[in-house]
């Protein structure tokens, strides 16, 4: 079977999501035979872990600037909700 070009995790992840609309639109429409839309299945869920990995990896980027005693700004990473429970 030949290579896809680019990996999944090589993907961007406007990509990613418009692929996976595509592939919702796909299985919604009662169309696809059995295995076609086992197939889909297998790809969006691949993409859905590679649009996850993209959002972890932002989150982790994601910086606050806050000002310190001197007056000067610093950046420091942003603590979600969740993590403070």
Known sequence: ?????KKQ?????E?????????????ESDE???DKLLVRY???TKLVKACEEKL???????????????????ARPVTLREDEE
Do not use: C, N, W
């Open 1 to 5: 079977m030949p290579s896809k070009g």
């Open 56 to 74: 972890q990896s932002a989150e982790m980027r994601i910086t606050q600037l806050e000002e310190t005693l001197e007056g000067e700004l610093a």
């Open 42 to 44: 297998e790809e969006g």
């Open 32 to 34: 696809l035979p059995l």
């Open 15 to 27: 990509d990613a999501v418009e692929k996976l609309e595509s592939i919702v639109e796909e299985m």
């Open 9 to 13: 995790a090589e993907v961007s992840f």
